[in-house]
């Protein structure tokens, strides 16, 4: 069997016809990626999907997709049991109601390479994040070994997105908490970030490559932000080691 480069696994839980432009998306970068040459498998992850989004995705357009039904209503759940299950040697991820730019896998996987070789183990990020719909803003993401990033700014909040391309070791060595929104804990993809910093993954950003994020009226990012949600209490963030974070050396006692 082929050694698959890359699984991309899109998560859905209650959209419908916003998943339309989402798809396109996602399709077109699967297609750039494997004229690239590279292997892609593509995966429909149906979380507790409502009836309405299970007839969207049962679709006919949608069966050169492969679709898993879950039942974890979590985001990091979801991503923790797929990952043994799928094929990739490099795992992408995409929310149902978000986009990307069409160079965004083929940016990922090279990026990822070249890392590889030069024995470091990386995580990889879009450059730009634009948030639109409910709230209209630009992020722009920097390295880690840039001289703008800084560990402390983790005190205030996350450096990268949820969205990101890392190699299956890194989901296995550093899985996702749960969310525990009603007890204000939240934010998976920022502990994410700090523990895998501690372990020694380098976050590194594609250049000219772009995540387009919906900001919904209502989302588990707005009841976080409402119920004003923590990440949880880290020992990699304690005051005496935060500073040597991004060097791999703030990690657990």
């Not at 934010?187 to 970030?193: G, I």
Request: aromatic fraction near 8%; charge should be negative; include cysteine.
């Amino acid at each position: 069997m082929a050694e698959v480069d890359l699984t991309l696994i899109v998560t859905v839980h209650d959209e419908t016809l916003v998943c339309g432009p989402t798809m396109r998306s996602a399709d077109l970068a699967v297609a750039a990626a494997r004229d690239a040459g590279y292997a892609v498998q593509a995966v429909v992850a149906l979380d507790k999907a409502t009836d309405e989004t299970t007839a969207y995705f049962h679709q006919p357009a949608f069966d050169h997709w492969e679709r898993r039904v879950m039942g974890e209503g979590d985001l990091g759940r979801v991503r923790n049991a797929l990952v043994p299950e799928v094929d990739g040697r490099y795992i992408a991820f995409l929310d149902a109601d978000d986009l990307f730019s069409e160079n965004w896998l083929v940016e990922g996987i090279a990026l990822l390479d070249a890392a590889g070789e030069r024995g470091e183990r990386a995580i990889a990020h879009p450059e730009v994040n634009m948030i639109f719909d409910g709230v209209r803003a630009v992020l722009h993401n920097v390295d880690q070994d840039s001289p703008l990033f800084t560990p402390y700014f983790l005190y205030l909040r996350n450096c990268y997105d949820s969205l990101c391309m890392a190699p299956r070791e890194a989901h296995l060595e550093v899985p996702y908490v749960h969310r525990d929104i009603p007890n204000g804990l939240s934010f998976q993809d920022w502990q994410f970030a700090i523990e895998t910093m501690s372990r020694g993954w380098k976050h590194v950003v594609a250049p000219d490559t772009i995540i387009f994020k919906r900001r919904r009226d209502y989302s588990l990012m707005v009841e976080s932000k409402q119920r004003r949600s923590l990440v949880r209490s880290v020992p990699e963030m304690l005051i005496d080691r935060v500073r040597d974070l991004a060097r791999g050396g703030g990690g657990r006692a």
